[in-house]
Antibody
Framework: EVQLVESGGGLIQPGGSLRLSCAASGFTVGSHYMSWVRQAPGKGLEWVSTLYSSGSTYYADSVKGRITISRDESKNTVFLQLSSLRVEDTAVYYC????????????WGQGTTVTVSS | SYDLTQPPSVSVSPGQTAFITCSGHKMGDRYVSWYQQRPGQSPVLVLYQDTQRPSGIPERFSGSNFGNTATLTISGTQAMDEADYFCQAWDSSTVVFGGGTKLTVL
């Protein structure tokens, strides 16, 4: 079964760091476009970052310099390292895959919640 | 940056056709995907490449994309279609989502 399972969320103080994980099964993360998308409480979807199969990485302006996306193909897992966290980073973080840009994000995880608060 | 604009809400009666629009500069020059998100659930891809339905998505979901507007059409709308819908496009290797439309079936 093709599946994504996120973990690593939690309550963190402003300025803190957190690493989110997205474990894939049923397909290889290195062969797909892997993205992180977040959703603040009661708000819409906000793209955060994408890691291409080529290894190229892209970030939203709102998180550039504070977030790093990476993958470990031996673990078939994608990571999102969050640092210098702000209250406005509070959201459910979803991991999603796409075969290529034009095909849309066809598999999503259940999400992991990050709460930034003092 | 590239912006996608959706109406905040659309209402439709059961069995009728719902139209959800997504506007952006030269939208027709880009491929658009659409996602359905029911309360408390993860988004689900319902259309990609403007008009293509993934496996398992009912035929009542269709799409178009011309000029500056992409449209998601739901024919014979059912109560189970009540959800938030988001359009999405790519812009210079970045992903852009519309603000979302809450579809109410009443």
């Amino acid at each position: 079964e093709v599946q994504l399972v996120e973990s690593g969320g939690g309550l963190i103080q402003p300025g803190g760091s957190l690493r989110l994980s997205c474990a894939a099964s049923g397909f290889t993360v290195g062969s797909h476009y892997m993205s992180w998308v977040r959703q603040a409480p009661g708000k819409g979807l906000e793209w955060v970052s994408t890691l291409y199969s080529s290894g190229s990485t892209y970030y939203a302006d709102s998180v550039k310099g504070r977030i790093t996306i990476s993958r470990d193909e031996s673990k078939n897992t994608v990571f999102l390292q969050l640092s210098s966290l702000r209250v406005e980073d509070t959201a459910v973080y979803y991991c999603a895959r796409a075969i290529a840009a034009v095909y849309g994000m066809d598999v999503w995880g259940q999400g992991t919640t990050v709460t930034v608060s003092s | 940056s590239y912006d996608l604009t959706q109406p905040p809400s659309v209402s439709v009666s059961p069995g009728q056709t719902a139209f959800i629009t997504c506007s952006g500069h030269k939208m027709g020059d880009r491929y658009v995907s659409w996602y359905q998100q029911r309360p408390g659930q993860s988004p689900v891809l319902v259309l990609y490449q403007d008009t293509q339905r993934p496996s398992g998505i009912p035929e009542r979901f269709s799409g178009s994309n011309f000029g500056n507007t992409a449209t998601l059409t739901i024919s014979g709308t059912q109560a189970m279609d009540e959800a938030d819908y988001f359009c999405q496009a790519w812009d210079s290797s970045t992903v852009v989502f519309g603000g979302g439309t809450k579809l109410t079936v009443l």
